[in-house]
């Protein structure tokens, strides 16, 4: 009895156990009782995420398709042909394996006018475009082209019937394999999972390599963490994905692919984005998202959330961004808002921030009788703070104006990490800064800080939105990206595009959710948001390596 792969199976991840990296395998037996309403349920949810078969691969470049011939022989092919009716015989496409047979084939079949893709190829192109599908009756194109709705031929009788089976014969066919024939997993855990959990996270990996052929190289991505980056942006290629810190390389490379460049904002030579433009190359930008990892950037440790944008990138208010739009446009349907409360609670209750959760820790006594305000201090030079500061970049300016706005309050302030680990500029002498302030407080974990206080003063700092999910009160002195829908009190000049009026649930659905990408790092596949928290959550943390110690040490002796 011959083997089939899986209908809805996982793309073929770089440096990923094929086993571990699995949604599926196939386990002959008998498909338990399931509802009429389920399978079209199923069906509507592989039609709408366009998942199934090697849905990953890149379309085959051609236009409008008549008929799509998948055979299983050369004998096959040539019936397939003779069947054509006079519309599909106008351009024809024979989608061919990678067998010997079909370099034959595709060689003499080419002559009688006909357009041939050897190897796998993304098919819901072709299934959305009205081309009458020929295919063999074990082909899982068959199960696909009856899911999407998309008229069908079949010439040699398979597991999906023959050319007579009713389509409702032929449904229950195919639900049979996908229900019967298959048995689904959690990659992340190894455990048993419905279908629709593998169909959810299959649309995920579907989402992001649709984006990544996009991409032909990648500029200005520091050389440790570039294996990370790999990952987050990749994509079945022609060539694998090339790192370059030239420009002109870079735009050459971008245009023989038709594809863009993802770049580092801040870390592009002078001129790139104005020879980009030039050339008509798209630049995609790419950043830390926003619960990175465990372990400072600074400190070399390689990210495991990324923002990926195309429109601009968040932290900078000039120019509306992938983040901004979705804020303004999308819809938060109820499914997708209790997601977000789900995440707020367990972020909140498990203490995690941008870097991950910390070890307990003693905070001064707070003053029962006076209002808390917290501070954080931010590096000076950070793109954030340049691009969305409006003007003001000084931690010690920040501290005046909050005690001059809240001059009863006891304000406590932060230092940044970064800077105090001798990173980064923004460092403030703690005898100027308590002129402002009641203490300079260190250590800890920001999530720990964020209970014990009243209410938030920020320039551009995600300590701001870290402090919304916590129900603070926070004022914005700069423009940060969840500044001005809403919900937080802003100073700054806030972009006249942000006309739409949010809760903090959707707050959360847009940032956490649906805009950035997440990395698991211990399958190091692409996960929803949930899993990184989790794992964040279970300590799960990047072994330290001799270079994030030599940095550790470096930054020690510089703050000295």
């Known amino acids: ?317 000039s120019r509306a961004s992938d983040l901004e739009h979705l804020l303004e446009t999308a819809a938060f349907p109820e499914a997708l808002i209790e997601r977000a409360r789900s995440l707020e609670a367990f972020i909140v209750k498990a203490g995690i921030s941008k870097y991950g959760g910390a070890a307990a820790h003693r905070f001064p006594e707070r003053d029962a009788a006076r209002r808390l305000v917290l501070v954080p201090g931010q590096v000076e030079d950070d793109m954030s703070v340049l691009l969305g500061g409006g003007g003001l970049a000084s931690n010690l300016t920040l501290l005046e104006r909050v005690r001059a706005l809240e001059p009863d309050a006891e304000i406590w302030f932060r230092p940044h990490p970064d800077v105090d680990a001798g990173h980064r500029r923004g460092a403030v002498p703690d005898e100027d800064a308590l002129r402002h302030a009641d203490r300079v407080v260190r250590g800890g974990g920001m999530a720990q800080l964020l209970d014990l206080v009243d209410g938030v003063h920020v320039l551009t700092s995600l300590t701001g939105f870290e402090a919304l999910l916590r129900g603070r009160d926070v004022t914005t002195h700069g423009v940060p990206f969840y500044a001005g829908w809403g919900v937080t009190r802003d100073l700054g000049a806030v972009p006249e595009r942000r006309t739409r009026r949010l809760t903090v649930h959707e707050l959360v659905a847009g940032v956490l959710i649906l805009y950035p990408r997440y990395l698991d790092p211990v399958t190091f596949l692409p996960c929803p948001a949930e899993l990184l928290v989790s794992r964040l959550a279970g300590q799960v943390r990047p072994k330290a390596t001799w270079l994030t110690t030599l940095r550790r040490l470096q930054g020690r002796l510089t703050s000295r």
């Open 1 to 317: 009895m011959p083997s089939f792969p899986p209908l809805l199976r996982s793309p073929p991840f770089p440096r990923a156990d094929p086993a571990e990296a699995a949604v599926s395998r196939r386990v002959p037996g008998p498909m338990s009782e399931t509802s009429p309403e389920r399978i079209d349920a199923l069906f509507a949810a592989i039609r709408d995420a366009r998942i199934g078969g090697p849905s990953w691969a890149a379309p085959t470049g051609f236009g409008p398709v008549t008929a799509v011939l998948r055979p299983a022989s050369a004998v096959e092919a040539e019936r397939m042909l003779d069947a054509l009716t006079t519309p599909e015989a106008a351009s024809p496409l024979l989608v061919l394996p990678s067998a010997k047979w079909a370099r034959h084939a595709a060689w003499k079949l080419r002559g009688r006018g006909v357009a041939v893709a050897i190897g796998e190829v993304d098919p819901w192109p072709l299934l959305a475009g009205g081309a009458v599908w020929h295919v063999h009756g074990d082909d899982e194109m068959a199960a696909l082209a009856c899911i999407a709705g998309t008229r069908l031929r079949i010439h040699t009788p398979g597991r999906f019937g023959d050319d007579a089976t009713p389509p409702e014969e032929r449904a229950r066919l195919v639900a049979r394999d996908l229900l019967g024939a298959t048995r689904y997993r959690n990659p992340f855990t190894g455990k048993s999972c419905a279908a629709e959990e593998a169909i959810a996270l299959l649309a995920l990996w579907r989402e992001t390599i649709d984006a990544n052929h996009r991409i032909a190289v990648a500029a200005g991505i520091a050389w440790w963490k570039r294996r990370e980056i790999e990952r987050f942006l990749w994509a079945p290629r022609r060539a694998p994905l090339r790192f370059t810190t030239a420009t002109r390389p870079a735009i050459e490379a971008a245009r023989a692919a038709g594809a863009g460049i993802a770049v580092w904002p801040s870390r592009l030579p002078e001129g790139f984005r104005e020879e980009a433009a030039r050339e008509g190359v798209p630049l995609v930008r790419v950043e830390d998202g926003f619960v990175r990892s465990v372990g400072l950037g600074s400190n070399l440790f390689p990210p495991f959330s990324v923002a990926v944008d195309r429109r601009g990138i968040h932290y900078d208010p």
